[in-house]
């Protein structure tokens, strides 16, 4: 997950190794042809793949700035998530735990609260948040085992908030006014949940990433045979540069289609889900 902005070359082509290594062969292949055949010009026309390299460039990154709005689409939902918990929390201790009779429910209300944050998170990343600790530590042992075979966990627990709200506003202990305000801020947590689901379980068209692929290999393949009667040695660090720009351009664009995953591109969940944690505390 993503915790840092810096960044290492030398890590990115050991990322991408696979695509670096077929690019080199590609231009080392070239030279050789080219001084064994002896050629007196370049074996491809320059014009054509410059043509195909200019279109491949606007793919790839349409590619990626599609994928980037997925990305930050779910940084801001759970940015709202964080700012919709740190209201429900002051929500409950004022309407509710300001009273010393009803401090029990109040606490029960923010500790499943920040079981939810965390289950959330688990799920997104494709854990299992039932043998979490941080979900453990804050759900009773009768709840946690009542959570099973739910189909989602997620909103059981804002269903038994929901539940817990009702009880509290059917004994006279919050007004019919707060209890709406509540019922509003669990909305929201309920549509920011769905946003992070819709961006989880909806992938872009498998057909981007396969012509994407398929298009930067041919590419960098022929590339070489273009430009190795000026060049010589030198294509084979060109073609390698030019190759993994656009490789790392369109796999920048893979990785970012899914912004909840536990690679370094992803977000620091665990961190976000912690700073909740505190502000309810």
Known sequence: MMVSTRASIWKMIRWQWRYALVMAVAGTAAVMMERHYHFERNVLPNLPLAVVGGALSIFV?????SAYDRWWEGR???G???NVCRHFSTQVMQYIGANPEHRDSAETLLRRQV???HTLRCLLREDDPLKDPSVKNFLAAEELEGLRGESNITHALLDAQFREVRELSDAGIISEF?????DSSLQEMLNHQGGCE????????ML????????VIAFSILFPFAVVHELSWAVVPLTVLVGLAFALISEAGRVLEDPFTHFYN????SALSTTIEINIR
């Open 61 to 65: 990154s349409f590619r990626a700035n």
């Open 76 to 78: 801001k939902l759970w």
């Open 80 to 82: 709202g998530m964080v």
């Open 115 to 117: 079981a939810y944050v």
């Open 178 to 182: 707060r209890m709406a305000s509540l």
């Open 198 to 205: 819709r961006i989880k379980k909806t992938p872009m068209p």
């Open 208 to 215: 981007y990433g396969f012509l994407a692929h398929r298009l």
């Open 266 to 269: 992803g977000f620091a969940l």
